[in-house]
Structure formats: C-alpha cells, structure tokens
C-alpha cells in the first residue's frame, strides 16, 4: 500500500539523545523502534485511552519490519507519524514513517502488526468492536478491513 505524509493524523516530535548516536555519528538502527514505540504508545493513549495497556484486553506486536532509506544524526529534529491502516478480526498493521522536519519523506519506515490479546490467559483474541470504531473514526474512515486475519 502507498502511503503519503497527508495519510498520518498523528505526528510525535522526538528528541534524539548523544546515547542514540553510534560510533559513526549516525542514530544506531536499534534505536529507532525506540522511536516508533512512542509513537505507538502515544497513538494508542489517543485512540483508546491512557488506560489502554493497564487491562487484559491488549495488543502486542507480532511482527515488524523496517527499512532505512537515510541516516539521521545527532542535531536532526525528527518527527514520528504514526497509523493504523489496515484491521483484520485478530490483528491490524500500523505503519510509522521516521522524517527529519521539513522534509516530506520518510528516512526510516515500520510496518508492524499488531494482534488481540488476553494477557492473563495468554492466548489471542478478537480485536474488540470499540476499538474498531475507535480506531476507524481516527483513521477518519481510511482503514482497509480484512475479515480473513
């Protein structure tokens, strides 16, 4: 799916600390799911409230992939834009862009799915209609909906 700045309702400014930095000058590559974590956590404070991970009921990622277009470094002011896009009936994939401010693309991209889950039973669930319609009045009507995950 393709994707533009204009898609992503949620941005998060981001300070970049010396201790991201690696031996090059560059942000280290395990740093930025850092990143996307708080711009996770933050969509999802938004979306379904700041209770949302204190209750049985939650998400957990279960994949992730991400790509590196260009370096980013120490001085860089960095923003994170964070959405779902697509929601299956046990799982939705977020995507989050990594873009250096006053520029319109991405310089580091997560796709990640996310899956239902009971924590004090361990073991998956259907991701419940509130959050659907939660997530879906966010993403202002633009989710793709896929009743085969």
Known sequence: MEHRLSDFNLQLPIQVRF???????HINNAVYQEYFDLGRV??????????????D????VVSNKTDFAKPLYLRDELTVYT?????GVKSLRMIQWLVKNGETFPRVVCD???AGFILSKEKGMVI?????QLFNHFEKGNLIQDTNQ
């Open 42 to 55: 933050h969509y999802f404070n938004l979306v379904l409230g700041e209770n949302w991970s204190s209750k």
């Open 128 to 132: 419940p209609e509130e959050w659907r």
């Open 112 to 114: 990640s799915v996310m």
């Open 57 to 60: 009921e939650n998400l957990v």
């Open 83 to 87: 959405r779902v896009y697509k929601i």
């Open 19 to 25: 201790n991201d930095i690696d031996g090059f000058g």
